[in-house]
């Protein structure tokens, strides 16, 4: 099994930043890829930007892309994610996943994860 455990959300004004981790615990040698994902209500889950276990390879919805960057240390298993220029539609509960070692790697498709956070609430008021 693998705990997954986001932090760093809040209230941001537009424009600002905040960085989320991620930290993950438990068989993290299984694991392949990892993601986040942000989701609000009434609506469904979104892909955000996601990367290699090793770190090696990254991907990004694209109304992220520039503003957003997707890191990881692996000596600490955890994930972050960094947001600078945040806008009001980036307010969410972000979450992020994993997705075991014998899986391909397909960041955007939330059945492809294993293992999910309980999430963190982002807001940021215009």
């Known amino acids: 099994q693998v705990q997954l455990v986001e932090s760093g959300g809040g209230l941001v004004q537009a424009g600002g930043s905040l960085r989320l981790s991620c930290a993950a615990a438990?068989?993290?040698?299984?694991?392949?890829?990892m993601s986040w994902f942000r989701q609000v209500p009434g609506k469904e889950r979104d892909f955000v930007a996601g990367i290699t276990w090793s770190g090696g390879t990254t991907y990004y919805e694209d109304s992220v892309k520039g503003r957003f960057t997707v890191s990881k240390d692996n000596a600490e298993n955890t994930m972050y994610l960094q947001m600078n220029s945040l806008k009001p539609e980036d307010t969410a509960v972000y979450y992020c996943?994993?997705?075991?070692?014998?899986?391909?790697?397909?960041?955007?498709?939330?059945?492809?994860?294993?293992?999910w956070g309980q999430g963190t609430q982002v807001t940021v008021s215009s």
């Open positions: 996943a994993a997705g075991l070692a014998y899986k391909s790697v397909l960041f955007a498709a939330t059945l492809n994860y294993d293992y």
């Open positions: 438990g068989r993290t040698f299984s694991l392949r890829f």
